[in-house]
């Protein structure tokens, strides 16, 4: 962190003496006030619900400009990324820092795959759960079960368990997705096959039965693997904090990550695809493109509790960059599949475009995030909506893992204990149950 030029300098009404606070720069992006001596200083808290101006560690692994819907992994754009690199070499980046070369990638693919498969008792595990539980119910429970079976990659002070914590989550996600999946369809699950890549190796854990060879078909391998790129990280988000609050006591990587799945389960945040492809089936029940004028109305009535799902984010002021990838993904996979005309997507594209013209949206700035297009580009793919959040978190686990190993490393990290302001009843005597 470089000291700014300046400070910054608070003063009270109430003549109390002003405070200096000193202002440290990044490399780019909004400069920040150091604001760790402040309770010391002057017994007071600041207040921010939601993070709106907090920055809450310092973090080389992802920028974001929401205002231009700029998103950068180690500097590099999520277009080029998302054209010219794989999830592999996209893991490779967010995990080290660099792009691997062509021997790196082979090398930390190799070891990637040598790890996909999981415990076998871990299938027994799964058993307890009843077959239609929710996936992300599952999830978090498998997540957090791994802590269980792999002792020797739960020191998180280890630098080693770090490293092969790091590579088991990435290589088994894709395994414990696809056995959950397998697991409420009454399929039995497919081992990962070794010749197969990140992506394709997930498509033949969902998609292959003991019965018939599975051939992976290319454009959806690619697609896949997009999705995967450009869901791999996105700075301080709900699921990643949540990440560094859990791994910030100390607790094991798979326990920490494990937290992460739950927070991401819930509808602001990565159950929005889910979310936003169920809002599409319910307007094309009622009537497709003719409903949408009276959908939009309800959106806007603040008493409805409807939102445009897959639209908005804290962020992002300006088209989320993500969603244009995902808008070609989701051209090419239709396209493929003979699917051009799908009734859901032309759906979406007419929503998308009366939603951008529209002034509620325009003035507050609300443009389509990721999630608009994904659960379409999912559900084409043959992926179950309940199954969209999960594939989500498979994708999200290669930042929330490189995110919580950079604050293991930083010496400035500290359990994360936020301080309230206190609006309860101040102290009182118990008074004896007759009086009461
Ligand atoms: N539909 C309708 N109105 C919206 C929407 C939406 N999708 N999103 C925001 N607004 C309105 C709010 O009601 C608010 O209006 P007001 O100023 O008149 O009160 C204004 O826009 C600002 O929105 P906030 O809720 O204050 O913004 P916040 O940053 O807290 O929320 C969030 C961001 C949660 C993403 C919100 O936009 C939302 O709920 N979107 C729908 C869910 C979604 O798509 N989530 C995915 C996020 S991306 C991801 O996790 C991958």
Same mark, same amino acid.
């Given at each position: 962190m470089k000291l700014a030029d300046n400070k910054a300098t608070l003063s009270f009404s109430n003549g109390s003496p002003d405070v200096e606070l000193p202002v440290y720069q990044g490399t780019v992006g909004p400069d920040v006030i150091d604001i760790r001596k402040l309770y010391a200083q002057t017994g007071m808290f600041t207040y921010d619900p939601g993070f709106m101006? &907090? %920055?809450s560690c310092q973090s080389a692994i992802t920028y974001i400009d929401g205002d231009k819907g700029e998103l950068l992994y180690r500097g590099y754009p999520i277009e080029q990324l998302a054209t010219q690199c794989d999830f592999m070499e996209t893991c490779h980046l967010l995990l080290y820092g660099e792009l691997p070369n062509a021997e790196d990638k082979r090398k930390f693919s190799r070891t990637v795959t040598m790890h996909t498969m999981v415990n076998e008792q871990m299938q027994f595990f799964l058993r %307890?759960? @009843? @077959? $239609? *539980?929710?996936p992300m119910a599952i999830m978090t429970g498998l997540v957090g079960a791994l802590s269980a079976f792999y002792h $020797?990659? &739960? $020191? /998180? !002070? !280890?630098p080693e368990h770090r490293e092969i914590s790091a590579i088991r989550l990435i290589a088994k996600m894709p395994t414990l997705v696809a056995m959950a999946y397998k697991y409420n369809a009454g399929q039995p699950y497919i081992y990962p096959k070794n010749d197969l890549s990140y992506a394709g190796n997930f498509l033949h854990m969902m998609f *292959? &039965?003991?019965?018939e060879e599975y051939v992976v078909n290319p454009v959806l391998e690619r697609a896949l693997d997009r999705i995967f790129i450009l869901h791999a990280d996105h700075e301080q988000n709900a699921s990643t904090s949540t990440v560094r609050l859990c791994g910030s006591s100390g607790t094991n990587p798979f326990a920490a990550i494990a937290a992460g799945v739950a927070c991401l389960w819930g509808p602001a945040h990565g159950g929005a695809n889910e979310a936003a492809l169920n809002m599409l089936h319910d307007i094309q029940r009622q009537g497709g493109v003719d409903k949408i004028g009276d959908f939009i109305k309800q959106v806007k009535d603040? !008493?409805? %509790? /409807?939102k445009l799902m897959g639209f908005g984010h804290r962020v992002y002021k300006n088209y989320d960059p993500r969603a244009k990838l995902m808008q070609e993904t989701c051209k090419e996979v239709l396209g493929e599949l003979g699917l051009q005309n799908d009734p859901l997507f032309k759906l979406a594209m007419a929503l998308e475009k009366i939603a951008l013209e529209d002034e509620y949206f325009v003035s507050r700035k609300l443009y389509p995030n990721v999630d608009f297009y994904s659960g379409i580009v999912q559900r084409a793919i043959g992926i179950p909506v309940g199954l969209f959040t999960a594939v989500f978190a498979l994708a999200r686990t290669v930042g929330w893992i490189a995110q919580l190993n950079e604050m293991i490393g930083d010496p400035e990290y500290k359990i994360g204990r936020p301080r309230q302001l206190y609006t309860g009843a101040i102290r009182r005597d118990v008074l004896d149950l007759a009086k009461r």
């Amino acid at each position: 962190m470089k000291l700014a030029d300046n400070k910054a300098t608070l003063s009270f009404s109430n003549g109390s003496p002003d405070v200096e606070l000193p202002v440290y720069q990044g490399t780019v992006g909004p400069d920040v006030i150091d604001i760790r001596k402040l309770y010391a200083q002057t017994g007071m808290f600041t207040y921010d619900p939601g993070f709106m101006s &907090t %920055g809450s560690c310092q973090s080389a692994i992802t920028y974001i400009d929401g205002d231009k819907g700029e998103l950068l992994y180690r500097g590099y754009p999520i277009e080029q990324l998302a054209t010219q690199c794989d999830f592999m070499e996209t893991c490779h980046l967010l995990l080290y820092g660099e792009l691997p070369n062509a021997e790196d990638k082979r090398k930390f693919s190799r070891t990637v795959t040598m790890h996909t498969m999981v415990n076998e008792q871990m299938q027994f595990f799964l058993r %307890g759960f @009843r @077959r $239609d *539980a929710h996936p992300m119910a599952i999830m978090t429970g498998l997540v957090g079960a791994l802590s269980a079976f792999y002792h $020797d990659s &739960t $020191d /998180i !002070n !280890n630098p080693e368990h770090r490293e092969i914590s790091a590579i088991r989550l990435i290589a088994k996600m894709p395994t414990l997705v696809a056995m959950a999946y397998k697991y409420n369809a009454g399929q039995p699950y497919i081992y990962p096959k070794n010749d197969l890549s990140y992506a394709g190796n997930f498509l033949h854990m969902m998609f *292959a &039965t003991p019965c018939e060879e599975y051939v992976v078909n290319p454009v959806l391998e690619r697609a896949l693997d997009r999705i995967f790129i450009l869901h791999a990280d996105h700075e301080q988000n709900a699921s990643t904090s949540t990440v560094r609050l859990c791994g910030s006591s100390g607790t094991n990587p798979f326990a920490a990550i494990a937290a992460g799945v739950a927070c991401l389960w819930g509808p602001a945040h990565g159950g929005a695809n889910e979310a936003a492809l169920n809002m599409l089936h319910d307007i094309q029940r009622q009537g497709g493109v003719d409903k949408i004028g009276d959908f939009i109305k309800q959106v806007k009535d603040k !008493n409805s %509790g /409807i939102k445009l799902m897959g639209f908005g984010h804290r962020v992002y002021k300006n088209y989320d960059p993500r969603a244009k990838l995902m808008q070609e993904t989701c051209k090419e996979v239709l396209g493929e599949l003979g699917l051009q005309n799908d009734p859901l997507f032309k759906l979406a594209m007419a929503l998308e475009k009366i939603a951008l013209e529209d002034e509620y949206f325009v003035s507050r700035k609300l443009y389509p995030n990721v999630d608009f297009y994904s659960g379409i580009v999912q559900r084409a793919i043959g992926i179950p909506v309940g199954l969209f959040t999960a594939v989500f978190a498979l994708a999200r686990t290669v930042g929330w893992i490189a995110q919580l190993n950079e604050m293991i490393g930083d010496p400035e990290y500290k359990i994360g204990r936020p301080r309230q302001l206190y609006t309860g009843a101040i102290r009182r005597d118990v008074l004896d149950l007759a009086k009461r």
